[in-house]
C-alpha cells in the first residue's frame, strides 16, 4: 500500500509503499499517515486531501535544494584527489 506520513501542518515528511497491515505504524509521534502518492515538495494535506503547492512556494523550495557551486567543486575536487592517491598507492603495492 503506497502511504503518506504528514503532519498536523500538512507537511509530507515521507511517502512509501508497505503492508496495509503495517502503515499506521509508520506514523510518529504528532505525524499522520494516510492512503496515496504525493510529492512531499510539490504537495502538502489539507482535511486529508492532497493539493498541490503555489509554484511559488514549489520555487522556493526547488531553489533552497540547489547545491552550492563551490560545495559541488570541493567535493569533485576531493574525489579526483582521493582517486588519484588511491591509484598511487595500488600502484606501489603492485596491485596495479
Do not use: H, W
Request: with cysteine; net charge negative; aromatic share 4%.
Amino acid at each position: 500500500m503506497n502511504y503518506i506520513v504528514y503532519d498536523k501542518d500538512g507537511n509530507i515528511l515521507k511517502t512509501g509503499i508497505c503492508p496495509q497491515d503495517i502503515v499506521q505504524l509508520q506514523a510518529g509521534t504528532d505525524e499522520f499517515v494516510m492512503e496515496g502518492i504525493a510529492n512531499d515538495i510539490e504537495d502538502r494535506i489539507i482535511k486529508g486531501k492532497i493539493v498541490r503547492k503555489s509554484e511559488a512556494e514549489i520555487n522556493v523550495i526547488k531553489e533552497a535544494m540547489k547545491p552550492d557551486p563551490k560545495e559541488l567543486l570541493i567535493s569533485q575536487r576531493m574525489s579526483e584527489i582521493v582517486r588519484k592517491q588511491a591509484i598511487k598507492e595500488l600502484t606501489e603495492e603492485g596491485k596495479i
